[in-house]
């Protein structure tokens, strides 16, 4: 009796395994025939520096591409055949929106039609350096109420490790469907260099990890249809580490060559000479240059997103403590300079008028997100200086609820008693400059090979 009660449940479990099986294997083989044959439609959640350029890709690729946007005048813009982002060229975008292969939509019932979905939705960080996860959450909701079987979800965005496995996932789950049988989850972090020309989204190789197998093997399958290399490993926990570990290596690089920055000074060593004297060892070194703090979306923020992450499991990050510590002293070091050229001429800081040439967080883009240029007026206006900016990218910043426009280079240059250089821009006229400049405060070695007296180095 027992033996045919256990052989009847063996049978059924075997029957059941069978099902899931070969559920699991419709699905994901449904899916990887649409992928490569490019009639999967593609959805693209948040279209900023980053999902734009992924969805002009695959949408480039032969892939339909939704873009789906909480701001109506991005949407706006693309609908009219206009990039936004400067890697993006609008032509690229008119013929994509022109002939229908890329929409663009605030309205997220239109996942119900999609086949795989990236969410590449900001991920900042809040006063107290805590993760803001209140985008990727709120993505989430939306995605969940139309989610439809068979879908591949991949985050983008970058996170702390567990995310996608201890956040995204039970959101998912919850719906009644069975990662890596009903839906396929992946995290894969976003490399994209805004404004390096060399490297952009197809030709960075792309790190893939899933919850399950089947579903690396899908994110896999789908990045390969765009992206000339792709790396999967093991899970989605090593994939969101990866990114971590590279922006955690870029700041801690950074921290230290701005502390070396601070005792050259201190010395009257020339910190840009030995950097280029040691980064002729061709081996075991790298090179990271000193600079007026750090800016951009990913370096000044995302390692804190470790450090917090690591804090719950009882470890300190004290390196990224630290380097976080030195970077952000060096706005106040570059203030300090200012003022001491100020003085070397007789003058104060209070009443000088002071120009600072470019305000973008590094050279050549468009971008001031986290910038220290912000920092750095903030500083010399507190210290009572007039401050002026030109930046042919960025045509009015603000500076702690006061807005600031643009002037025009040789203007703010001739007017100055003090011109800083926060962002070497390739535009700008360095010759003049030097010619028109009572004294130059130089935070990006922008004057290299230049031996006027009036040029104070960082
Ligand atoms: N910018 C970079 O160089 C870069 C590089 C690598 C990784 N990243 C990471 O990629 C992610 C995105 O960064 P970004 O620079 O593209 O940000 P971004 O601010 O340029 O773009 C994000 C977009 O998401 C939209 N958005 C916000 N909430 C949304 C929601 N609930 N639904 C739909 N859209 C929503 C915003 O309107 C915006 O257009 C972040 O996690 C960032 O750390 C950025």
Same mark, same amino acid.
């Given at each position: 009796?027992?033996?045919?009660?256990?052989?009847?449940?063996?049978?059924?479990?075997?029957?059941?395994?069978?099902?899931?099986?070969?559920?699991?294997?419709?699905?994901?083989?449904?899916?990887? !025939?649409?992928?490569?044959?490019?009639?999967?439609?593609?959805?693209?959640?948040?279209?900023? @520096?980053?999902? =734009?350029?992924?969805?002009?890709?695959?949408? +480039?690729?032969?892939?339909?591409?939704?873009?789906?946007?909480?701001?109506?005048?991005?949407?706006?813009?693309?609908?009219?055949?206009? /990039?936004?982002?400067?890697?993006?060229?609008?032509?690229?975008?008119?013929?994509?929106?022109?002939?229908?292969?890329?929409?663009?939509?605030?309205?997220?019932?239109?996942?119900?039609?999609?086949?795989?979905? *990236?969410?590449?939705?900001?991920?900042?960080?809040?006063?107290?350096?805590?993760?803001?996860? /209140?985008?990727?959450?709120?993505?989430?909701?939306?995605?969940?109420? @139309?989610?439809?079987?068979?879908?591949?979800?991949?985050?983008?965005?970058?996170?702390?490790?567990?995310?996608?496995?201890?956040?995204?996932?039970?959101?998912?789950?919850?719906?009644?469907?069975?990662?890596?049988?009903?839906?396929?989850?992946?995290? /894969?972090?976003?490399?994209?260099?805004?404004? *390096?020309?060399?490297?952009?989204?197809?030709?960075?190789?792309?790190?893939? &990890?899933?919850?399950?197998?089947?579903?690396?093997?899908?994110?896999?399958?789908? @990045?390969?249809?765009?992206?000339?290399?792709?790396?999967?490993? /093991?899970?989605?926990?090593?994939?969101?580490?990866?990114?971590?570990?590279? *922006?955690?290596?870029?700041?801690?690089?950074?921290? %230290?060559? *701005?502390? %070396?920055?601070?005792? +050259?000074?201190?010395? $009257?060593?020339?910190?840009? !000479?030995?950097?280029?004297?040691?980064?002729?060892?061709?081996?075991?070194?790298?090179?990271?240059?000193?600079?007026? $703090? =750090?800016?951009?979306?990913?370096?000044?923020?995302?390692?804190?997103?470790?450090?917090?992450?690591?804090?719950?499991?009882?470890?300190?990050?004290?390196?990224?403590?630290?380097?976080?510590?030195?970077?952000?002293?060096?706005?106040?070091?570059?203030?300090?300079?200012?003022?001491?050229? %100020?003085?070397?001429? @007789?003058?104060?800081?209070?009443?000088?008028?002071?120009?600072? =040439?470019?305000?973008?967080?590094?050279?050549?883009?468009?971008?001031?997100?986290?910038?220290?240029?912000?920092?750095?007026?903030?500083?010399?206006?507190?210290?009572?200086?007039?401050?002026?900016?030109?930046?042919?990218?960025?045509?009015?910043?603000?500076?702690?609820?006061?807005?600031?426009?643009?002037?025009?280079?040789?203007?703010?240059?001739?007017?100055?008693?003090?011109?800083?250089?926060?962002?070497?821009?390739?535009?700008?006229?360095?010759?003049?400059?030097?010619?028109?400049?009572?004294?130059?405060?130089?935070?990006?070695?922008?004057?290299?090979?230049? &031996?006027?007296?009036?040029?104070?180095?960082?």
């Amino acid at each position: 009796m027992r033996y045919t009660s256990d052989a009847r449940k063996a049978k059924s479990e075997i029957i059941m395994a069978t099902a899931i099986q070969s559920r699991t294997a419709n699905r994901a083989d449904i899916l990887a !025939e649409k992928i490569v044959s490019r009639s999967a439609r593609v959805g693209i959640i948040g279209l900023g @520096y980053v999902g =734009l350029p992924l969805a002009t890709e695959f949408a +480039c690729a032969g892939f339909h591409v939704v873009g789906i946007d909480v701001q109506q005048s991005k949407i706006d813009q693309l609908r009219d055949g206009h /990039s936004y982002v400067q890697d993006v060229p609008t032509e690229v975008i008119h013929e994509l929106v022109t002939t229908g292969q890329l929409t663009a939509t605030s309205d997220f019932s239109v996942v119900e039609t999609l086949d795989t979905i *990236n969410i590449c939705v900001p991920t900042p960080l809040r006063k107290t350096k805590d993760p803001d996860m /209140s985008y990727i959450v709120t993505a989430c909701q939306e995605i969940t109420k @139309y989610l439809r079987p068979g879908s591949l979800v991949i985050l983008e965005s970058t996170t702390y490790p567990g995310t996608t496995d201890e956040l995204l996932l039970p959101m998912f789950e919850r719906e009644g469907m069975k990662v890596g049988e009903d839906f396929f989850l992946c995290f /894969s972090p976003e490399r994209v260099d805004p404004g *390096n020309p060399k490297f952009q989204t197809s030709n960075i190789p792309k790190v893939v &990890g899933g919850i399950t197998p089947a579903c690396t093997k899908l994110g896999a399958l789908f @990045y390969k249809q765009a992206i000339e290399k792709v790396v999967p490993v /093991s899970s989605t926990r090593v994939a969101e580490m990866v990114k971590l570990l590279e *922006n955690t290596f870029r700041m801690i690089n950074i921290g %230290l060559v *701005n502390e %070396l920055a601070i005792m +050259c000074d201190r010395m $009257g060593i020339n910190v840009w !000479e030995v950097i280029d004297g040691a980064a002729t060892k061709p081996f075991g070194f790298m090179p990271f240059y000193p600079g007026p $703090g =750090l800016g951009g979306h990913c370096i000044p923020i995302d390692p804190f997103y470790l450090s917090w992450k690591t804090k719950q499991a009882g470890i300190e990050a004290r390196f990224i403590e630290l380097a976080g510590y030195i970077n952000g002293q060096m706005p106040h070091f570059v203030v300090d300079k200012v003022q001491n050229a %100020l003085n070397e001429n @007789y003058t104060a800081l209070r009443g000088s008028r002071v120009h600072v =040439l470019g305000v973008a967080y590094k050279r050549d883009i468009n971008d001031p997100r986290e910038s220290p240029a912000l920092d750095v007026i903030h500083l010399l206006m507190k210290r009572g200086a007039d401050v002026s900016y030109s930046d042919p990218f960025i045509p009015s910043i603000d500076v702690e609820g006061e807005t600031l426009r643009a002037e025009d280079q040789h203007k703010g240059v001739m007017e100055a008693d003090c011109v800083v250089i926060i962002t070497d821009h390739s535009g700008f006229d360095y010759q003049k400059v030097v010619e028109n400049s009572k004294v130059i405060v130089d935070t990006r070695n922008a004057l290299k090979g230049y &031996g006027n007296p009036n040029i104070v180095r960082l």
